[in-house]
């Protein structure tokens, strides 16, 4: 063969596999699809994800390269400290073994991260577990160490601290992958259905790892592109639905909505607001009838009049947000539960703060240290603070302590924060069901935006369940 | 640099073209009025917080009918870019809270109107708790929350030296944010080319080089993934370029611009005569004092047919680029390229033969200071050495001595084979 004489090798360039040492008309057909020729080079190239697509190709060609690709190595668990895995969590473990690659669908506290340890701790390889927040990128940190004994590398929050074990956040991994890519042999995607987004998406694509596990309580995404998953992470290897767990491993749910008046000063403002803005709709609807919110943000920067009612939205908001009578509710339930640890989610970081203000209970925002967080998110837990207030923080996976009673009080509409939040309060204790209020401004936007939350399966999961089983 | 928070571009769709928000026309004469006045908001604004800042500045637009959220946003930005804050390091706010928190949670709920089963009134547990720690309940409450980013306390401000100085630099930020979104970009340049060069591959960007026949160098920067999608991955590197080129002379860029998924392309386009001004200082025309003196020694004119240029020639093979200090050119054709090698270390040196040895082919003539170290035993045959100064009469010697082939076949032109995308070669195999 002609190119059996030449030197051929394949490395990792910036998320990329380049493989030199071939002319152009040399190439193995089947490598076509994975990767174009760069001329700037000139060599091959292909997306870093390919790797052992590529390998494979290469061997099958009879092809010998000088493989440079991968960096990780075998790993040896200093200490491995795991809870026994009940069926349905080793059921996911074989399923996933079987693969390699694949997500796993699994409820909010039926132990998905138990399973990826497990799954780690079998596969003895450089691991990086990449995270949606900071906050869950130090719990996996934490989990890590007490599970496997093995002080993880940090990268994420202004510290950048590689190790063979590494937790990071989507939003560094988009960033550093390029340069970690072929550092890690497994990658661990928790929350996976964040990946496909436009940018994330790189993370998957500029990694070498052969094998990759994805989690996820909720996969779909509204723009539909959980079907990427597959291909950037692997198939759907265990599906665990919800019915299957609630009532064993979750508690039982109710929701209780909760409608407030604005007072007579807010709701007068609040009016000549909605008329700013609707005067403004009208008009411009009267030009153009397609004419939506989208197209107000983007005249904002080219006429007034758009700015005004951008602005006059936003007050509006506000007032919702912030009403008066909110506050005075969250201190009727606060006497209706005292002595059980409760849960406050907000709308606004402001409301946050001012919620913590007016009761002195301790609030998680983004200003909060790694120190102050795990403070009161144990204070929570022995007691020793009878409320947590947040706003976005927690939505997601945030280990916490058992609470059995949340409010919401204002929030974004979107399907997945409500099955998160309500996964917050999803906690096995006892026989009592959790509770959930919702604090929702009567005759406004609120209202709408929590039916949009109730339509989501969460709740409706919530209403039959109520019939099925009586309460205790 | 601004976040994308506050980049503020137009977009012509019709026209095809990308067009950042710029304070340059006529009508925006005003705004070094106002530019005025923000700065004299944060050179009096010691203690204040950002909040309150901000605040101030959005006020100074109140009244304007034509000024965008955004471009007040930008503002904020580059005002903050250049100020100080107290930080809150040693968590005074974090003890604070905490102390309160725990004080009060004995006391939980604090209710407004207490009764005979919720006795803690919100006022009275506020004010025995301000009394424990010995301060105002109003004090308290200001620094529960200081180390939050809105209510951090300006220290200094190293502002702006003029209004026009800050509304240039906002010129400047806006066509740097609209690049976020870049994909591709492609540079015309002459003098400057090895400059620009030299920055695109410190902000970690691929070239394509083209010598072009009005002697002028295209190159089309981008980054590993491009060829095999559309991807703004590489725009902030682009926009991190940005000042560099700006800084430079005699230069035009386009760039191919996606400013949401699946839109249409739209172009920015840019030159040095567009009047931005970058902040970073001007390029020296020398790297080094050793060559500036060599060229004044010299001369302009020819000596014995060989007239000396300055960097007029790249080689350049793939990714890899050799951009030699100057070039002499005889009256015959020849063409003898030259690096001065000044102080070096072995691992510096050992660097700069690897890059030679990729363009063995080309008539490089190497000129390396006398150092303790002893040089490399596989230095090429036409090297020289210097002591402190390299003389003329030492490189002429060579010049003549050495038999140096015809460089012609060996120039830098276009590929000519078809205009494509290839990068052309500069030395032939």
Known sequence: ?472 | MLTRAEMLVYYDFAGGRVLPDRLTQPTHGHYRHYAARMLEIYHGGAGRTRQELHRAVAAVFAAETDCPQRRIAAFMKLLDDVSTYERDRRGRAVRLRQQVFRLAARHHPLVRHPDRLFESSEATIKARIASRLGRSWHEIDRDLFADVIEFHRLLRFDGYASPAALLSRYNVAQVQASLYDASRMTIWARDDFKTILRYAKLARLMHTITRLEDGRYRIRLDGPTSIMRQTRRYGVNMARFLPALIACRDWQMHALLQPRLGSRLLALELSSGDGLTSHLPPQDAFDSQVEQAFAQRWGDAPREGWTLMREDEILHRGQKTFLPDFVFQHEDGRRVLMEIVGFWTPEYLAAKLQTLREFADSPILLAVAASIAAPPSDLPPNTLFYKTALRWQDVLERLKEQPWSDGSDKSDGSDGSDGSDQPAHSTGR
């Not at chain 1, 759907?236 to 919800?242: F, N, Q, R, S």
């Not at chain 1, 803005?277 to 153009?288: D, L």
């Not at chain 1, 919110?293 to 983007?298: G, L």
């Not at chain 1, 069901?433 to 406004?444: F, H, K, Q, S």
Request: net charge positive.
């Open chain 1, 1 to 472: 063969m002609r190119h059996s004489a030449k030197r051929v090798s394949l490395s990792f360039s910036r998320g990329t596999l380049v493989l030199e040492g071939l002319a152009r008309r040399e190439l193995p057909a089947a490598l076509e699809p994975l990767g174009i020729w760069d001329a700037r080079l000139p060599a091959w190239r292909g997306d870093a994800m390919h790797y052992d697509q590529v390998v494979q190709i290469a061997e099958q060609a009879g092809l010998p390269i000088e493989d440079g690709v991968p960096e990780w190595q075998t790993i040896h668990w200093p200490q491995v400290q795991l809870h026994t895995l009940r069926e349905e969590q080793q059921q996911a473990v074989r399923n996933w073994t079987s693969q390699g690659k694949g997500y796993l669908v699994m409820p909010t506290g039926t132990g998905k991260t138990e399973v990826a340890l497990t799954i780690m701790a079998q596969r003895m390889l450089s691991t990086l577990v990449v995270a949606p927040v900071r906050d869950l990128m130090y719990q996996w940190h934490r989990r890590i160490l007490t599970g496997l004994g093995y002080d993880a590398g940090v990268i994420g929050d202004n510290v950048y601290r590689v190790c063979p074990i590494s937790v990071t956040t989507y939003d560094s991994a988009y960033l550093h992958m390029d340069r970690l890519g072929n550092r890690f042999g497994l990658v661990v995607f928790d929350e996976c259905h964040h990946l496909p987004g436009q940018q994330r998406r790189d993370a998957a694509r500029m990694s070498a790892a052969p094998y990759r596990l994805g989690l996820t309580a909720t996969p779909e995404r509204s723009d539909n592109r959980h079907v990427d998953l597959t291909w950037l992470i692997g198939p759907l290897v265990y599906d665990l639905p919800l019915a299957d767990v609630t009532g064993r491993s979750l508690a039982r749910y109710e929701v209780v909505r909760i409608p407030v008046y604005l007072s007579d000063a807010e709701q007068a403002r609040y009016n000549q607001l909605s008329d700013v803005v609707r005067r403004y709709m009208h008009a411009r609807r009267r030009e153009n009838p397609k004419y939506c919110w989208q197209d107000v943000c983007a005249d904002t920067a080219r006429t007034p009049e758009a700015r005004a009612a951008l602005k006059a939205y936003r007050a509006r908001q506000a007032i919702e947000d912030r009403a008066r009578e909110k506050l005075r509710v969250l201190e009727d339930l606060f006497r209706l539960h005292q002595g059980e640890p409760c849960l406050v989610f907000t709308g606004s970081n402001a409301m946050a703060r001012e919620v913590s203000r007016r009761f002195l209970v301790p609030c998680l925002l983004s200003h909060c240290g790694k120190k102050e967080r795990r403070e009161v998110l144990e204070g929570l837990g022995t007691g020793r603070y009878p409320v947590l207030v947040a706003n976005q923080v927690l939505d997601e996976g945030v280990d916490l302590p058992e609470v059995k009673v949340a409010v919401v009080i204002g929030g974004s509409s979107s399907t997945r924060q409500a099955k998160q939040r309500l996964g917050r309060i999803l906690r096995r204790s006892g026989n009592l069901p959790a509770r959930l209020y919702e604090i929702v401004c009567a005759d406004t936007k609120d209202v709408q935006r929590s039916r949009r939350r109730r339509s989501s399966d969460a709740y409706t999961g919530a209403k039959t369940l109520r019939k099925e089983a009586p309460r205790c």
